[in-house]
Protein backbone atom coordinates (compact mmCIF):
# COMPACT_ATOMS: atom_id res chain seq x y z
CA UNK A 1 0.00 0.00 0.00
CA UNK A 2 1.45 2.96 -0.85
CA UNK A 3 -0.93 5.80 0.41
CA UNK A 4 1.01 8.87 -0.01
CA UNK A 5 0.97 8.63 -3.79
CA UNK A 6 -1.84 11.04 -5.26
CA UNK A 7 -5.03 10.19 -7.12
CA UNK A 8 -6.16 7.80 -4.73
CA UNK A 9 -9.14 5.60 -5.59
CA UNK A 10 -11.33 3.56 -3.35
CA UNK A 11 -9.39 0.42 -3.55
CA UNK A 12 -6.42 2.88 -2.17
CA UNK A 13 -8.41 3.79 1.10
CA UNK A 14 -9.93 0.78 1.31
CA UNK A 15 -7.06 -0.57 3.70
CA UNK A 16 -7.03 2.48 5.70
CA UNK A 17 -11.05 2.12 6.04
CA UNK A 18 -10.24 -1.76 7.02
CA UNK A 19 -7.42 -1.03 9.77
CA UNK A 20 -10.16 1.54 11.40
CA UNK A 21 -13.09 -0.72 10.86
CA UNK A 22 -13.46 -2.33 14.42
CA UNK A 23 -13.16 0.90 16.04
CA UNK A 24 -15.71 3.30 14.24
CA UNK A 25 -18.90 1.82 13.28
CA UNK A 26 -21.36 3.06 10.64
CA UNK A 27 -22.53 6.78 11.36
CA UNK A 28 -19.89 6.82 14.05
CA UNK A 29 -17.30 9.89 13.75
CA UNK A 30 -13.74 9.91 12.56
CA UNK A 31 -11.10 12.54 12.48
CA UNK A 32 -9.08 13.06 9.77
CA UNK A 33 -5.78 14.81 11.44
CA UNK A 34 -3.74 17.10 9.39
CA UNK A 35 -6.37 16.41 6.96
CA UNK A 36 -5.53 19.13 4.50
CA UNK A 37 -7.62 19.12 1.64
CA UNK A 38 -10.29 16.15 2.84
CA UNK A 39 -9.25 13.33 0.35
CA UNK A 40 -8.11 10.78 2.07
CA UNK A 41 -10.59 11.44 4.93
CA UNK A 42 -13.80 11.78 3.21
CA UNK A 43 -12.72 8.40 1.43
CA UNK A 44 -11.69 6.84 4.42
CA UNK A 45 -15.42 7.72 5.78
CA UNK A 46 -17.52 6.92 2.77
CA UNK A 47 -15.77 3.36 3.33
CA UNK A 48 -16.75 3.17 7.14
CA UNK A 49 -20.47 4.81 6.04
CA UNK A 50 -19.10 7.51 8.74
CA UNK A 51 -19.15 11.02 9.33
CA UNK A 52 -15.71 12.85 9.39
CA UNK A 53 -14.41 16.37 10.68
CA UNK A 54 -11.11 17.25 8.40
CA UNK A 55 -8.94 18.94 11.15
CA UNK A 56 -6.61 21.30 9.95
CA UNK A 57 -4.46 24.48 11.30
CA UNK A 58 -4.27 26.09 7.02
CA UNK A 59 -7.48 27.36 5.93
CA UNK A 60 -6.96 27.54 2.63
CA UNK A 61 -6.86 24.12 2.75
CA UNK A 62 -10.10 23.32 4.92
CA UNK A 63 -11.23 25.50 1.89
CA UNK A 64 -11.09 23.12 -0.64
CA UNK A 65 -12.59 19.93 1.11
CA UNK A 66 -15.62 19.68 -1.04
CA UNK A 67 -19.08 20.05 1.12
CA UNK A 68 -20.54 16.89 1.25
CA UNK A 69 -23.09 16.15 3.93
CA UNK A 70 -21.06 13.71 6.47
CA UNK A 71 -18.42 16.15 6.47
CA UNK A 72 -17.16 19.15 8.29
CA UNK A 73 -14.14 21.11 8.95
CA UNK A 74 -12.46 22.43 11.96
CA UNK A 75 -9.50 24.97 11.58
CA UNK A 76 -7.21 23.81 14.84
CA UNK A 77 -3.84 22.62 15.81
CA UNK A 78 -3.72 18.91 16.89
CA UNK A 79 -2.16 20.22 19.48
CA UNK A 80 -5.11 21.92 20.72
CA UNK A 81 -8.22 20.39 19.43
CA UNK A 82 -11.53 22.09 20.54
CA UNK A 83 -13.81 18.87 20.60
CA UNK A 84 -14.80 16.97 24.36
CA UNK A 85 -13.15 14.46 26.05
CA UNK A 86 -14.29 11.16 24.06
CA UNK A 87 -15.53 12.81 21.25
CA UNK A 88 -14.59 10.70 18.03
CA UNK A 89 -14.65 7.01 17.58
CA UNK A 90 -11.79 6.93 16.30
CA UNK A 91 -8.98 9.22 14.50
CA UNK A 92 -5.96 9.37 11.55
CA UNK A 93 -3.47 10.99 10.26
CA UNK A 94 -1.98 10.59 7.17
CA UNK A 95 1.70 11.65 6.21
CA UNK A 96 1.17 14.50 8.47
CA UNK A 97 2.85 13.57 12.47
CA UNK A 98 5.77 15.01 12.03
CA UNK A 99 4.79 18.13 10.89
CA UNK A 100 3.03 18.52 14.29
CA UNK A 101 5.20 21.34 16.18
CA UNK A 102 4.43 19.42 19.70
CA UNK A 103 4.24 15.78 19.49
CA UNK A 104 3.79 14.53 22.69
CA UNK A 105 1.08 17.77 22.96
CA UNK A 106 -0.11 16.03 19.83
CA UNK A 107 -0.61 12.73 21.13
CA UNK A 108 -1.99 13.69 24.30
CA UNK A 109 -5.09 15.71 22.56
CA UNK A 110 -5.76 12.83 20.32
CA UNK A 111 -5.94 10.17 23.32
CA UNK A 112 -8.27 13.03 24.81
CA UNK A 113 -10.64 13.38 21.81
CA UNK A 114 -10.75 9.47 21.14
CA UNK A 115 -13.43 7.65 23.15
CA UNK A 116 -11.53 4.52 25.46
CA UNK A 117 -11.56 2.16 23.07
CA UNK A 118 -11.49 4.19 19.98
CA UNK A 119 -8.86 3.51 16.86
CA UNK A 120 -5.63 5.61 16.41
CA UNK A 121 -4.10 5.30 12.58
CA UNK A 122 -1.00 7.40 11.53
CA UNK A 123 0.66 7.01 8.98
CA UNK A 124 4.09 8.54 8.25
CA UNK A 125 7.51 7.30 7.61
CA UNK A 126 10.93 6.09 9.51
CA UNK A 127 13.48 9.26 9.26
CA UNK A 128 15.58 6.96 7.49
CA UNK A 129 17.59 7.40 3.91
CA UNK A 130 16.24 9.56 1.90
CA UNK A 131 13.61 10.65 4.63
CA UNK A 132 16.54 12.27 6.45
CA UNK A 133 16.87 14.39 3.43
CA UNK A 134 12.99 15.40 3.66
CA UNK A 135 13.39 16.31 7.77
CA UNK A 136 16.32 18.53 6.80
CA UNK A 137 14.58 20.61 3.95
CA UNK A 138 11.11 20.79 5.78
CA UNK A 139 13.14 22.26 8.52
CA UNK A 140 14.89 24.87 6.07
CA UNK A 141 11.36 25.65 5.43
CA UNK A 142 10.09 26.42 8.79
CA UNK A 143 8.17 22.78 9.37
CA UNK A 144 9.15 20.71 12.34
CA UNK A 145 10.24 17.58 10.09
CA UNK A 146 10.67 15.28 12.98
CA UNK A 147 10.20 12.05 11.97
CA UNK A 148 9.61 9.00 14.66
CA UNK A 149 10.71 5.91 14.06
CA UNK A 150 8.16 2.94 14.61
CA UNK A 151 9.49 2.11 17.95
CA UNK A 152 9.75 5.72 18.95
CA UNK A 153 5.98 6.55 17.61
CA UNK A 154 5.19 2.99 19.93
CA UNK A 155 6.44 4.65 22.80
CA UNK A 156 5.05 7.90 21.98
CA UNK A 157 1.26 6.66 22.09
CA UNK A 158 2.04 4.77 24.57
CA UNK A 159 2.98 7.26 27.33
CA UNK A 160 -0.57 8.58 26.44
CA UNK A 161 -2.72 5.68 26.83
CA UNK A 162 -2.60 4.42 23.13
CA UNK A 163 -1.75 0.96 22.83
CA UNK A 164 -0.70 -0.32 19.20
CA UNK A 165 2.01 -1.52 16.72
CA UNK A 166 3.61 0.45 14.13
CA UNK A 167 4.42 -2.05 11.12
CA UNK A 168 6.31 -1.24 7.68
CA UNK A 169 3.56 -1.12 4.60
CA UNK A 170 5.76 0.12 1.93
CA UNK A 171 9.72 0.86 1.93
CA UNK A 172 10.76 3.11 4.89
CA UNK A 173 6.74 4.10 5.30
CA UNK A 174 4.69 2.82 8.53
CA UNK A 175 1.10 2.74 9.53
CA UNK A 176 0.66 2.80 13.72
CA UNK A 177 -2.40 1.13 14.68
CA UNK A 178 -3.44 1.41 18.29
CA UNK A 179 -6.10 1.84 21.21
CA UNK A 180 -6.96 4.63 23.58
CA UNK A 181 -7.30 2.90 26.79
Not at 157 to 177: C, D, K, Q
Amino acid sequence: MQWAARGRTEDDLRPLAEMLRPYVPPGGVLADLGGGTGEIGIGVARALEARVVIVDPISQMLQRVPAEPLVSVRLASVEALPFPAGYFDGAFCCDAFHHFHDQDRAVHEIARVVRPGGGVLVLDAEPTGLNRGVNAVERLLGEPGAMRSRAQIEALMSAHGVEGTATITHGSRYSFLGSVR
